[in-house]
């Protein structure tokens, strides 16, 4: 889905107003929800979660965290829902066997670096992945879903975008409150400049991690060229602009929906337009699952990586939950 137009701004608008009612509807209901107990697995569970629907940064971080919790020797499996996909699970993703269709687009990426698990019950997701030898479990996603019991829950906030209008869904992006959500968890993690003042729903001294998104390497490749950027993610500007940092020259972009399931004459139109511009098409790791298998090796991919304004702090939450974790010798 692409998300409405009013769903930035001050929250003013006719829309919002009209919607406020059922917003109110959905914002008790995720309440009463969030009142439930989940199951309380035997590894460290931590969730990267956020406030809004759609995208927020929490793929990138939970790789990050998933690096560094296996650079202790620590056994991690990721869980997610598998948004787009048609598996409800429990079932680990196997990106041979698997395509987006099946698993999502998310649950790809996740799982071509370590085990990842689909699961429409997050509970039985987690029961799968520690009987499957999961040592500690990485949530992508999940914050308003009680069914597993959380040890270390951060709430990510891309700065681009913030909290959008301030109301709840379907009135604005909102799942729930800010406040609401920063009470289960133990910080926040802005990725990016704060542009529109997200931190400032924030309870006081509440703690906040600073990052920001890197080009990979193949970026520099493209640094002085023309490149016609195509995606379909929650914040197509995030890409773009990475693109121009890295030196590209946007001779051309086309933002789609988010996770939008790509066919063969959406790629020809997407060729046919880089070819008329003498452009490189580029586009992002999530978005090149989608593409139909006959187009990719006709694509750039761009990747990015979190780097951490103070990697310090991230490692100093991880740290508890890696001491419960026996390590073999």
Request: aromatic content about 6%.
């Amino acid at each position: 889905m692409r998300a409405p137009d009013f769903w930035t701004g001050d929250g003013r608008g006719v829309l919002p107003l009209l919607l406020s009612p059922a917003a109110a509807l959905y914002g008790a209901a995720t309440a009463r929800r969030m009142r439930r107990h989940g199951w309380a697995s035997p590894v460290p569970v931590i969730c990267c979660g956020n406030a809004t629907a759609g995208g927020a940064g929490k793929t990138t971080v939970a790789l990050d965290l998933g690096q560094r919790l296996a650079n202790r020797g620590i056994a991690v499996h990721f869980l997610l829902r598998g948004y787009g996909g048609r598996l409800n699970g429990p079932v680990r993703v196997d990106p041979v066997r698997h395509d987006s269709q099946a698993v999502g687009d998310e649950a790809l990426l996740l799982a071509a670096e370590r085990p990842a698990w689909i699961s429409a019950d997050r509970g039985a997701g987690a029961r799968a992945a520690v009987a499957g030898g999961a040592q500690c479990l990485v949530m992508d996603d999940g914050l308003q879903n009680p069914t597993v019991e959380k040890d270390l829950s951060l709430l990510i906030i891309d700065g681009t975008y913030g909290f959008g209008n301030g109301r709840l869904i379907p009135a604005g992006p909102l799942r729930e409150r800010p406040e609401a959500a920063a009470a289960r968890c133990r910080a926040a993690v802005l990725i990016g400049e704060d542009e529109t003042g997200a931190l400032a729903h924030l309870p006081p001294r509440f703690p906040v991690l600073r990052a920001s998104l890197q080009p990979g390497p193949e970026a520099e490749l493209l640094a002085g060229q023309p490149v016609y950027a195509f995606c379909g993610i929650a914040n197509p500007r995030k890409f773009f602009a990475t693109l121009t940092e890295a030196g590209a020259v946007l001779a051309g972009r086309m933002p789609f929906a988010d996770h939008y399931p790509y066919d063969d004459n959406d790629l020809r139109e997407v060729l046919a337009e880089a070819d008329r511009l003498r452009a490189i098409p580029v586009t992002t790791r999530k978005d090149f699952v989608r593409i139909p298998a006959a187009f990719r090796s006709r694509v750039t991919v761009v990747t990015v990586r979190l780097a951490w304004e103070e990697p310090a702090s991230i490692e100093a939450l991880l740290e508890p939950l890696a001491q419960r974790v026996p390590v073999p010798a």
